[in-house]
């Protein structure tokens, strides 16, 4: 069973920056496309980027030019650059193994607070 814990989030001011990881357990997971979603509370979780196993990527439109997606195949770890962070990025962040329309595997979520 895959494995995969968060790290990185915290509580930073409007304009800052994180830098958020994912290590994943397995063989797997460079044949698997990565994503990172977030839930604010009263919200439905969001998918806010993704990268494919070829290292494509995909950002929602709140995020675009604001945080970057990479992966490590080497360390079966992703990450998310977040800059330039806005309170309405005030989630928790998931990470997800397996494209957003499969069941695929979830990580504990990590807290994010972007202050004003």
């Known amino acids: 069973q895959v494995q995969l814990v968060e790290s990185g989030g915290g509580l930073v001011q409007a304009g800052g920056s994180l830098r958020l990881s994912c290590a994943a357990s397995?063989?797997?997971?460079?044949?698997?496309?990565m994503g990172w979603y977030r839930q604010a509370p009263g919200k439905q979780r969001e998918l806010v980027a993704s990268i494919t196993s070829g290292g494509s990527t995909n950002y929602a439109d709140s995020v675009k030019g604001r945080f970057t997606i990479s992966r490590d195949n080497a360390k079966n770890t992703v990450y998310l650059q977040m800059n330039s962070l806005k309170p309405e990025d005030t989630a928790v962040y998931y990470c997800k193994q397996g494209a957003a329309r499969a069941v695929g595997s979830w990580g504990q979520g990590t807290q994010v607070t972007v202050s004003s």
């Open positions: 397995g063989s797997i997971f460079r044949f698997n496309t």
